[in-house]
């Protein structure tokens, strides 16, 4: 049935005889390992299509949309994750296989003539293979993609001439946007992928018309090892193919994708390409005032130059020179190892940088905060940068780092010499270990206020104290029994000899009553030396509606109030 | 391939002259709003006025004297077809001198475009990029940038202290509005 099938579909197609073509293909020389890339480039290829075309379902290109529907593809979509890390992994996997292609290319000398064109053709598989990596990586708008690129970009706006209007016309305006999104999209899904496959298609066909490059071995040694490339050449490329998936897999499954947070044209981020593009980021450092084109345009145009070239190069001077295209191949090997050297040094300077080591750090802070806050009912339609700004525990913390971490120092600064910390302030943590020693430098240590005594008395009574006060925060868990009976302490046990819980204040100790509440908080920052608070006691600045208007302080509480329920920062 | 006898020569070369013809003018014509659309973007923009008024960053004494202070530059923006009525365009490191002038420095390196940060210890604005320096006055020390930063007009309204944006194109020693 299926033998008569197969008979009537090859009257019709022929695919028989295509088949036979395929598979029967003769390898002079025989099977080898060293001819697996071809192949594994392509599977990759494939991959990247495939994976790439179900992202696609799910990316929308534009400026308020592109990353909160990157995050929701790593977080909403079913293993949307892992199919992220595959494309992710794979484009690094699919430079390295083309690097050993071309050397074992280069090695074999398959530029030499009747190869060159072929030569010329895998030339410009690469340059589109990079091109892809290149816009591939702003599109999900993140920081990294849109910095990164942004130097990408402003490269091309050096080009003598036509420069300036050459980055306008990449990024589809003068300044990045909706339409540079658009721009960089189509090229990374439409046009790049097309031209990808049409010269793929040329590549192929020509290296069946001239075959492989068999090694140097006299004719009849290879006709007597010569094989077809099925079985065993189609059972090494698949093997060392599967071998690359297996490990972009892996590398996909246990470390994903990177997704940094939202782009934002206002910040400082460490501006670091992909790691194939760091030599070339690298010889951007070396060329001042004025050489620059050197480092962005001439050495690399010279480079890939010669690397297109080297066919043409060979034709010309092999007469002269024996075994040129060894030492044409030596020549690329080394300048390929200075490459890699350039971006080992990029990695290196990076390394031994603190203030790279602190910025990577903060973007990688923001990242986690945006995808936090993203996790909490998703992206306004605005974009996601308004998720910071509507947040007012992140304004907040903002507004507290520039304004009041001038005195209230980060908790972990060492040695503490700053006011009262803040981080987990109103916390129980925090309010029991205030009790038991008000005058350590996190707290009252640092000031002139010295009249609140450490608390001596049994555990039981000072966690009860502690659960009294932190009811006054206006805290949804509170133990109501145990606060209750820490009030009958509060009386007892002598607080209420300074303190007060009128809400009106004596001027000996602050007023308790809604002590770490938003209102407490607000009230004492605008008017820190009122009798509800500290009276004369008061060493704290007071913020009026100038030095912290209105909407800052009402973050500023609101991120005071929520440090009740964190840890805190010192030992 | 056998050619019908038919066709006299010449008939024949003149019926593939005009099939060229007639492919290239479907190509000709195809191609007309393609590239129309493709070289859009190169147009002049055209000029909007909401978009160059000045931008609000603060009140007088919310600035040291003497330490820059880096603000968001927060405007309506429209870009392309959508408009977003609070967005970040930029920033900037703004100083307030001690005659209560004020200093403003665009925050985009003028090499490739990377955010400069203020180093605190050594009092130089440093870009993380290609490690380019500048002075707290903006002058350019070392690094591949090829000018200092490029300073932006303040204007002190009353209380209030406001920034010209533009933007500069970079890599080039002069100076270019973009
Ligand atoms: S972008 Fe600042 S040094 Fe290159």
Request: a neutral charge; hydrophobic letters at 45%; one cysteine or more.
């Amino acid at each position: 049935m299926l033998k008569r099938f197969d008979a009537w579909l090859d009257s019709r197609t022929g695919h028989r005889a295509l088949l036979h073509a395929a598979l029967y293909e003769n390898v002079p020389g025989g099977a080898r390992w060293r001819y697996v890339f071809g192949s594994a480039v392509t599977v990759l290829i494939l991959m990247q299509a495939a994976t790439g075309i179900a992202l696609e379902l799910y990316y929308s290109p534009s400026t308020t949309d592109a990353w909160a529907s990157v995050n929701y593809i790593e977080t909403q979509v079913m293993l949307g994750s892992l199919l992220r890390g595959i494309h992710h992994w794979g484009a690094s996997a699919i430079v390295v296989v083309v690097a050993l292609h071309l050397l074992q290319t280069l090695w074999a000398g398959a530029f030499r003539a009747p190869r060159e064109l072929n030569w010329l053709a895998g030339f410009i598989l690469l340059q589109i293979i990079l091109g892809l990596a290149l816009t591939g990586y702003l599109l999900p708008w993140d920081q990294k993609g849109y910095w990164a690129t942004q130097v990408a970009t402003s490269i091309a706006g050096t080009v003598p001439l036509i420069g300036p209007k050459l980055q306008t016309f990449l990024q589809g305006g003068t300044s990045y946007g909706n339409l540079t999104l658009t721009r960089f999209h189509t090229l990374h899904v439409l046009l790049l992928p097309a031209a990808l496959f049409s010269v793929i298609a040329v590549h192929v066909a020509l290296f069946r018309k001239h075959g492989v490059t068999p090694p140097d071995l006299p004719a009849a040694e290879l006709e007597r090892k010569a094989e077809p490339f099925y079985p065993r050449q189609l059972l090494y490329d698949t093997a060392v193919s599967a071998v690359g998936v297996g490990v972009i897999f892996y590398l996909a499954w246990r470390l994903g994708a990177p997704l940094e947070a939202p782009a934002d044209p206002s910040s400082q981020y460490l501006a670091r390409p992909e790691w194939y593009f760091l030599p070339l980021f690298q010889l951007l450092k070396y060329f001042e005032g004025g050489a620059e084109l050197v480092g962005t345009i001439i050495l690399p145009g010279v480079a890939m130059g010669f690397l297109a070239g080297l066919p043409f190069i060979h034709a010309v001077f092999s007469r002269r020179i024996p075994n040129l295209h060894r030492v044409l191949a030596g020549a690329l090997t080394v300048g390929l190892m200075g490459v890699g050297a350039l971006g080992a040094l990029a990695v290196s300077a990076d390394r031994s940088d603190p203030a790279v080591a602190a910025l990577a750090a903060k973007a990688h802070e923001e990242a986690m905060e945006a995808r936090r806050l993203a996790s909490m009912g998703g992206v306004p339609a605005s974009g996601p940068l308004n998720l910071y700004r509507n947040d007012p525990l992140v304004w907040g913390h903002r507004v507290v780092v520039s304004q009041c971490q001038k005195c209230h120092n980060p908790c972990d600064t060492q040695p503490y010499k700053g006011s009262p910390c803040l981080e987990g302030y109103a916390s129980r943590a925090w309010i029991s270990r205030f009790l038991r020693n008000p005058r350590a430098p996190h707290f009252f240590g640092n000031t002139k206020i010295d009249d609140m005594e450490a608390y001596t008395g049994p555990q039981e009574s000072a966690d009860a104290l502690t659960e009294f006060i932190y009811s006054q925060g206006g805290r949804p868990d509170v133990t109501v029994a145990l606060a209750k009976k820490g009030e009958e302490l509060f009386e007892s046990e002598g607080c209420a000899s300074c303190h007060t819980l009128d809400g009106v204040g004596s001027g000996l100790g602050p007023d308790l009553k809604g002590w770490g509440s938003r209102e407490w908080s607000y009230a004492f920052i605008r008017t820190p030396d009122a009798t509800r608070f500290f009276g004369e006691l008061n060493e704290m600045e007071a913020f009026d509606h100038l030095r912290l208007p209105e909407e800052e302080l009402q973050a500023v509480t609101a991120w005071l109030h929520a440090q009740g329920s964190q840890p805190l920062k010192f030992p | 391939m056998s050619e019908p006898s038919t066709t006299p020569p010449t008939r024949r070369s003149f019926l593939s002259a005009l099939t060229v013809l007639l492919g290239g003018a479907i190509t000709a014509l195809a191609s007309i709003p393609v590239l129309g659309s493709l070289f859009s973007p190169l147009r002049a923009a055209p000029a909007t006025g909401a978009a160059d008024a000045p931008i609000p960053v603060g009140t007088v004494s919310e600035f040291p004297v003497g330490v820059p202070r880096r603000v968001e530059l927060i405007r309506s923006v429209t870009d392309a077809w959508s408009r977003s009525d609070a967005t970040t365009v930029g920033a900037a490191w703004v100083t307030r001198n001690a005659d209560d002038t004020f200093t403003a420095f665009s925050t985009i390196c003028p090499h490739l475009g990377c955010g400069v940060n203020l180093d605190k210890q050594r009092n130089i604005f440093a870009c993380p990029c290609h490690t380019s320096a500048f002075g707290l006055d903006g002058k350019f020390q070392t690094g591949p940038a090829p000018r200092g930063l490029d300073p932006l007009q303040v204007e002190v309204r009353g209380k209030e202290v406001l920034i010209h944006y533009k933007r500069f194109k970079q890599g080039t020693p002069e100076r270019e509005t973009v």
